[in-house]
């Protein structure tokens, strides 16, 4: 049986129009004779989207009580058993209730494409497990349901839903988004010019960084015609602190622009690490893996040694650390000795220095300030402290400053 294809319509903002673009692909493909039904849609609400699924077959969604209260899923085994050609499932992100069967919906699309079955989808640009840090420094509002990046490149087609940021506003004060009386309360600072700017620049670099995935892929040696450099591989280096998904994630972003390799490592004296930071291991190794990463633990008295060795070995291309703001006696500690070296020693590995404020659960203490806020990295633009052994140290990396964006209150 051959497997199915995962077709994604990607977007940046609420509203841009990802739901639409699905149900419209659904009708084309019924026009041509192909077997569609849709297993899910979100409409929430909007006549326009409503009015779409005039037409389509739909398979009714399972309703499952969790809570006193019931949840509409993807009835999996209704789908299953009808045999579709193409099944349109909206929100590839989603996470289900308990006892609906898989845990998210991304998981549920596997299922029917290993069945053989054609899925359609969608993904909001905020809803990459790589992007969902910068994009809520950008909006000021996290993202609980996330999809790993893999899944989405994996797609055999992934397709921007481009919208002008002033036609998004536009659709906002006409209640095409929300209802009119609720558009002045949109989440966060989503429906800012400067925000949905740079959320629609972030989307269109993500997209950039697969095509040049894809192009690599289709090449015999996994190279690109005129590429001229061997494959990037990105190694990050935890302490097994709370900064490490920060860590993990700007990797992950450095890796996915040059379609690199991801690599994390942690290094330990023989005695091993403390138990809090096993247990913060471990999820930042379950974050490496969700982002198509590989993780690595080393135990050794001289770390920085073993480290190197660790990146040589591995033809690690950059090194990626972090560098908490302490107090300037905190230059005596053994991590900031570990840096060092490693900035010191690394020889020809570019080497970048990501600033993780301290905090005692990870997440800085106060909201940023307006001038503080960030926009998305730029393969044009210089890294950020970017630095091989030897070289001076560049303005900060893949983040540039933006003005404009302000916290949510």
Not at 219 to 230: I, K, S, T, Y
Not at 267 to 287: C, D, H, N, V
Request: aromatic share 4%; net charge positive; glycine share 10%.
């Amino acid at each position: 049986m051959n497997r199915g294809s995962l077709r994604i319509y990607l977007g940046y903002a609420p509203g841009a129009g990802t739901t639409c673009a699905l149900l419209s692909e659904g009708h084309r493909r019924a026009e041509y004779g192909t077997d569609v039904v849709v297993a899910i849609a979100q409409t929430h609400g909007r006549p326009h989207t409503e009015a779409l699924l005039a037409g389509l077959e739909i398979i009714p969604a399972a309703k499952i009580p969790y809570q006193n209260t019931g949840f509409e899923e993807i009835d999996l085994g209704a789908v299953l058993a009808r045999s579709p050609a193409v099944v349109l499932m909206d929100d590839l992100a989603h996470r289900n209730v308990p006892d609906a069967g898989h845990a998210r919906r991304w998981q549920d699309a596997a299922e029917l494409l290993a069945a053989g079955i054609d899925v359609i989808s969608t993904v909001r640009i905020g809803q990459l497990e790589s992007l969902s840090d910068v994009v809520a420094k950008i909006t000021g509002v996290p993202h609980r349901e996330t999809v790993p990046d893999p899944v989405v490149r994996a797609a055999a087609e992934v397709e921007l839903v481009d919208v002008a940021p002033q036609a998004l506003q536009e659709r906002l004060a006409h209640g095409l988004i929300y209802p009119v009386e609720r558009a002045g309360a949109a989440p966060g600072d989503w429906f800012q010019i400067p925000n949905l700017s740079a959320l629609r620049e972030l989307a269109l670099l993500w997209l950039a960084g697969k095509l040049v995935s894809d192009r690599r892929r289709c090449r015999p040696g996994g190279q690109v015609q005129g590429d001229g450099h061997a494959r990037e591989r990105v190694v990050v280096v935890l302490s097994g602190g709370p900064e490490g998904e920060t860590l993990i994630r700007r990797a992950a972003r450095i890796a996915a622009w040059s379609a690199g390799d991801l690599l994390a490592v942690h290094a330990a004296r023989p005695a091993g690490p403390t138990a809090a930071a096993r247990a913060a291991l471990a999820a930042q190794r379950q974050l490496t893996v969700s982002l198509g990463g590989t993780y690595h633990q080393l135990a050794d008295p001289d770390i920085p040694a073993a480290l190197l060795a660790f990146a040589q070995a591995q033809n690690a291309t950059q090194l990626v650390l972090g560098a908490t703001r302490q107090p300037r006696l905190a230059a005596l500690r053994p991590t900031t000795t570990i840096r060092s070296q490693l900035i010191r020693r690394g020889g020809g590995i570019g080497v970048h220095v990501v600033p993780c404020p301290p905090t005692a659960n990870g997440v800085p203490r106060h909201s940023p300030k307006p001038s503080q806020r960030q926009r998305p990295e730029s393969p044009r633009r210089p890294l950020a402290r970017a630095t091989t052994a030897g070289a001076v140290q560049q303005r900060p990396p893949w983040e540039v400053r933006r003005r404009g964006a302000r916290a949510c209150g």
